[in-house]
C-alpha cells in the first residue's frame, strides 16, 4: 500500500473506531441538550406532534417569580451547605482513624465505604424505616420522650435526616479520598517533627493539613457538586414531603431542586417551565466548576 | 499504661462505636426481614423471634408477581453487563483515536466530550425522552421501554468520564510501541487490540467499576426510558414500584433491601482493592 493510501485507511479506521461512542454521546447528550435550551424558550408541552411556540423569556420570568422554585432553590442550598460540612469533618475524623494504628483499621475501612456501593432509592427506604419505626420503637422503649415521634414529619427535622442519611452514603466515599492524601504524607517527616519535639497537634498544624488541603478542594466540590444534585435519597426518603410554609405559601418542605424539576415536568405536567429550570439548574452548575477550574489553576500556580 | 497506649486505646474504642453506629442500618434490614410485619410493628429494634422467617420473606420476594424480583434481576444484569462492555471498549476505541490524531477535529471532539462532565442529567432528561420518540417515528426503530434504548443512553451518558480517563492514560503510553508494531506489518486495529488493549487493563478495571456502581444503582435514568410497570424493569425500579404500591408492608420492602443490596457488597467482599481504587481514581480526575 502506499503512503497515501495508508493515511486514507487510517482515517476510516480512526473513524470508525470513534464513531460507536461519539454516536451514543451526540445522540444522548449533545442534541437533547441544545433541544432542551430551545425548549425552555417556548411553550414545549412534552408532545412532538404539537406546534411548539418561541416565548422567549417567558418560562423564565415564570419560574423566578415561582415561590416553591425560590424555596427549592434556598432548601437545596441550606441542604448542600450543612452536608459539604458534615460529610467532610465526619470524612476527616474517619479517616485520621483508619490511618491510625489501631488493630483491624482496614475492616473498618472498609465498612465505612459500604453504604457508598448502594443506591440512594434503596438506602432511602431502609432509613425511612429507622425514621418511622426503628428510632421511635426505641425511644419509646426508653422512655425518651423527644425521639418518640418521626424525624420526618417536620420540615426542619426532615432535612437534617436527609443530612444523615446523605452523609452516612458519602462520608466513606471521601474518607478514602482523604485516606489517599494522608498516606501520602511522607512518615518520613512527621517523625523528624516528632524528634524535634513537635506535639500532635503541631505536627497535625503544620505538616498534614497543608499535605492535605488539595484532597480538602478535591472533597470539597466533589460533595458540594453531588450535593446539589441529589435526588434518589430525596425521592425515596421524603419524597419532598412534609409540607410547609414559604413566604405566605404552602410549599413541599424538602423538594429539592432536582426533584422540582421532576416534578414541575411530570406531577403539575408544565414541561418547558420544568426545562427553564433545568436549565438555571445547568448554569449554577456551570459556575460551581468555573470556581473549581479557577481553585485548580490558583493551586498549580502556588505548587 | 502509658499516655500513649491509653490515647490509642481510646481511639479504638471511638471507632468501634463510630462502627456500630455505621452498621446499624444494615443491621436493622437484616434483623427485620427476619419478622413478619406484626412482630415489626411490635417490635423494631430487637432479634427476630424466628429466623425461618427471613427464608419465607426472601421466598414471597422471589415469587411475588408484585415485585418481580427475578425478572427485574436479570434485566438489571443484561443492561449492566452489556452497558459496561460497551461503554468502556467504546470508550477506549474512541479515547485511543483522540490522543492519536493529533487534528483540530479531534481536539474538538475531546474537548466537547470533557464539557459535557459539567451538564447535569436533569437539562438534558425531558428532550432525550421527546427525543427518542422521535427518532421512533422516523426509524421505526423503539429506543423507549427497550434493552436497546437503555443501553445506548448509558454509552452516550457514560462517554464523557470514561473517554477522558482513558485519554489520560493512553497519553503515557509511549508511541515507540505502536510505530514498531507498525514497522513489522501490524494493521491499525490490530494494534489497538493486541498492543494497546492489553497496556489498558488497569484503566479498564477502574472504568468498569466507576460506571458499575453508576449503573447498577440508577434510578432515575432507567425510570425515564424504561417507565414504571413496564416490561423491562431494573433492580431500583421494582423496589421503588414495590414500595409506592402498597401500604408499607415493612416486612417485605425491608427483604426486598436487602436483596437488592446483597450484589453489590458480595462483589465488594472480592474485590475491595479494585473498587475503592477505581472509585478514588474516578473522583481525584
Known sequence: MNNQGMKQNNRLVNALFLAPSLTAFILVVIIPFFMGLYFSLTDWNGAIQDKINFVGLKNFSVIFSDVKFHYSFLVTTVYTAANVIVINLVALTLAMMVTSNIKFRNFYRSGFFTPNLIGGIVLGYVWQFIFVNAIPGFAESMGIESLTSSLLGKGSTALAAIVIVGSWQYAGYIMMIYVAAIQNVPVSLLEAAQIDGANFLQRTRAILVPLVAPAFTVSTFLTLVNSFKQFDVNVSLTNGGPSGQFAGKVVKATEFLALNIYNTAFTRNRMAEGQAKAVVFFLVLVIVSLIQVYFNKKKEVEM | ?285
Open chain 2, 1 to 285: 499504661m502509658s499516655p500513649r497506649r491509653l490515647n490509642l486505646l481510646i481511639l479504638e474504642i471511638l471507632t468501634i462505636i463510630l462502627f456500630i453506629v455505621f452498621m446499624m442500618p444494615f443491621l436493622m434490614v437484616v434483623l427485620n426481614s427476619a419478622k413478619d410485619a406484626k412482630e415489626i410493628i411490635a417490635d423494631p429494634i430487637g432479634f427476630p423471634s424466628n429466623w425461618g422467617t427471613l427464608l419465607t420473606n426472601v421466598k414471597t420476594i422471589v415469587t411475588s408477581p408484585n415485585i418481580n424480583y427475578v425478572p427485574s434481576f436479570i434485566s438489571s444484569i443484561i443492561i449492566t453487563t452489556l452497558s459496561l462492555s460497551l461503554i468502556a471498549l467504546t470508550a477506549a476505541m474512541g479515547g485511543w483515536v483522540l490522543v492519536r490524531s493529533k487534528t483540530k477535529t479531534s481536539t474538538f471532539i475531546f474537548m466537547m466530550f470533557v464539557a459535557a462532565m459539567v451538564i447535569p442529567f436533569q437539562v438534558v432528561m425531558f428532550p432525550l425522552v421527546a427525543f427518542f420518540r422521535m427518532i421512533r417515528e422516523f426509524t421505526h426503530i423503539p429506543l423507549l421501554q427497550t434493552y436497546q434504548g437503555m443501553i445506548l443512553a448509558y454509552i452516550g451518558f457514560g462517554s464523557s468520564l470514561s473517554i477522558f480517563m482513558f485519554h489520560g492514560f493512553i497519553k503515557g503510553i509511549p508511541l515507540e510501541l505502536e510505530e514498531a508494531a507498525t514497522i513489522d506489518g501490524c494493521t491499525r486495529p490490530q494494534i489497538f487490540f493486541q498492543i494497546v488493549l492489553p497496556i489498558l487493563k488497569p484503566i479498564f478495571v477502574t472504568i468498569v467499576i466507576l460506571n458499575g456502581i453508576w449503573v447498577w444503582n440508577d434510578y432515575l435514568l432507567p425510570l425515564l426510558i424504561l417507565g414504571t410497570g413496564g416490561d423491562i424493569q431494573t433492580l431500583p425500579l421494582a423496589v421503588a414500584n414495590f414500595v409506592g404500591s402498597y401500604v408499607k408492608k415493612w416486612d417485605l420492602i425491608l427483604t426486598s433491601t436487602m436483596m437488592a443490596m446483597l450484589p453489590a457488597i458480595i462483589l465488594f467482599i472480592f474485590a475491595q482493592k479494585q473498587i475503592v481504587r477505581g472509585m478514588v481514581e474516578g473522583s481525584i480526575k
